[in-house]
């Protein structure tokens, strides 16, 4: 499967954005990840086919993930952003119905779009 970011921007603290990921094939479980210069890899969200989803705990309340289903599209609505969010953001895909936050789970990932939030 092939996986599409966009949306990335730079916004000012307390800002918002939104992220899509487009998949050239459906019936994955989709999680949006971040990478920020010198740091590990980490999951930010993740949701399965039946719309199960999963937050990672940094980002819960202020951050939505959402599938449309009928066009292998999944969204990444990023409210109340501080500069901690700042990094880049990948989309991946894993077979299987667990939303899962670790990298290893997922073998399929996009290009990556960035995230700038500035104080």
């Known amino acids: 499967v092939q996986l599409v970011e966009s949306g990335g921007g730079s916004v000012q603290a307390g800002g918002s954005l939104r992220l899509t990921c487009v998949a050239s094939a459906s019936g994955y479980s989709m999680g949006w990840f971040r990478q920020a210069p010198g740091k590990e890899r980490e999951g930010v969200a993740a949701?399965?086919?039946?719309?199960?989803?999963d937050y990672a705990a940094s980002v819960k309340g202020r951050f939505t993930i959402s599938a449309d289903s009928a066009n292998n599209t999944v969204y990444l609505q990023m409210n109340s952003l501080i500069p901690e969010d700042a990094a880049m953001y990948y989309c991946?895909?894993?077979?299987?119905?667990?939303?899962?936050?670790?990298?290893?789970?997922?073998?399929?990932w996009g290009q990556g779009t960035q995230v700038t939030v500035s104080s």
């Open positions: 991946a895909a894993r077979f299987g119905y667990l939303p899962a936050l670790t990298v290893a789970d997922y073998p399929y």
């Open positions: 949701i399965n086919p039946y719309d199960k989803s």
